[in-house]
């Protein structure tokens, strides 16, 4: 392999570590704050400070395309899911979930961008995937279960569900978007659209901004900054460069940092029932990395068979 697509491919691993480093902090973020901002207040507070950060860089480096009337269509259903419905019902099961569950429950999506995938976007479904997410979903079931125990609140996991559909909905949304759209530009049309649908709490938020200690005023401007610019423009630029279904399944390893972090810093972790379910979701994960040694011989046969010797090259 030449240098030029190891440095592509080293490229994407570090887009995708950025954005599941992010996104697990962002669990603990959230529920660091929650006594001081109501989801509503919260949504809006870090949807607008990501929409300066992105409309900066839109400004300074970004190449705008006009979408066409389809493309507003999907950015416009893609802007409310992600951006709105799903930090909606993220915040709120929060407030009633610890990080490293709902981070667990949340990650259900990668399940259903990964099977409808391989149907609406044509990516297929290879065997170690299909048993893969079989797996990882047996491992959200376990989760589940933990709600008949009275460990974990009924309400929280059905709104840690609903951001779960809805995330997974955005990403099928996106996957096509990417062909025709620059990432940053997709990305900022979503979040505005979010910070528009999420002003009716704006009293709330400047109410709870006045009332709220620095350290929660300071978490709301990392969530817009880390967790919701950078963090959603990396994974941009990784799903515009691999398939939707491979890179939602890397998500499976946000509950495990997140949980990681949730015990060091708020010294909250799921009941013992989650955390089987969290390994069973994780061993999930391994084998929808596992590629048949048929499948590998076969590509690369196909590979020597393309590649062009010096002695061979046009001239």
């Known amino acids: 392999m030449t240098a030029a697509p190891l440095r592509a491919r080293a490229s994407v691993v570090v887009a995708i570590a950025i954005a599941l480093a992010a996104w697990a902090s962002a669990f603990v973020v959230i529920r660091a704050v929650a006594d001081d901002f109501d989801p509503g207040a919260l949504t809006l507070g870090r949807l ?15 190449a705008w395309v006009r979408p066409s009337g389809r493309q507003w269509l999907l950015l416009g259903i893609f ?7 799903y930090n909606l019902a993220l915040n709120a099961a929060e407030h009633l979930l610890d ?7 949340v990650n259900v999506a990668p399940l259903i961008v990964a099977l409808v995938a391989g149907t609406l976007l044509g990516e297929g479904f290879p065997r170690w ?27 929280g996991v059905v709104l840690a569900l609903i951001a779960a559909v809805t995330y ?19 990305t900022l049309i979503g979040v505005a659209i979010g910070v528009v649908g999420s002003l009716p709490w704006g009293g709330a938020l400047v109410a709870q901004l ?23 423009l990396a994974w941009a630029y990784a799903l515009k460069r691999m398939p939707a279904g491979r890179l939602a399944i890397t998500t499976y390893l946000v509950p495990v940092l997140a949980t990681g972090m949730a015990w060091v810093l708020l010294g909250e972790v799921p009941p013992p029932l989650a955390l089987l379910g969290g390994l069973v979701c994780l061993s999930g994960v391994a ?20 590649e062009v010797t010096p002695a061979e090259e046009p001239r």
């Open 48 to 62: 607008a400070v990501a929409v300066i950060v992105l409309g900066i860089a839109q400004a300074v480096h970004g």
């Open 129 to 155: 995937l299909i048993i893969g997410a079989i797996v990882a979903f047996g491992g959200i079931a376990i989760i589940g279960a933990a709600t008949a125990t009275g460990s974990l609140s009924l309400l």
């Open 99 to 105: 990080p490293g569950t709902a981070a667990l429950l």
């Open 287 to 306: 084998l929808t990395r596992v590629r048949s040694t048929a499948r590998a011989a076969d590509e690369t046969a196909r590979a020597a068979a393309t």
């Open 210 to 232: 006045a009332a709220a200690p620095a350290a929660s005023t300071i978490g709301v401007v990392y969530l817009g900054v880390v967790p919701t610019a950078i963090a959603f």
């Open 79 to 85: 802007g409310i899911l992600w951006f709105l419905v």
């Open 168 to 186: 997974a909905i955005a990403v099928l949304l996106q996957k096509p978007l990417l062909a025709a759209l620059p990432g940053l530009q997709i």
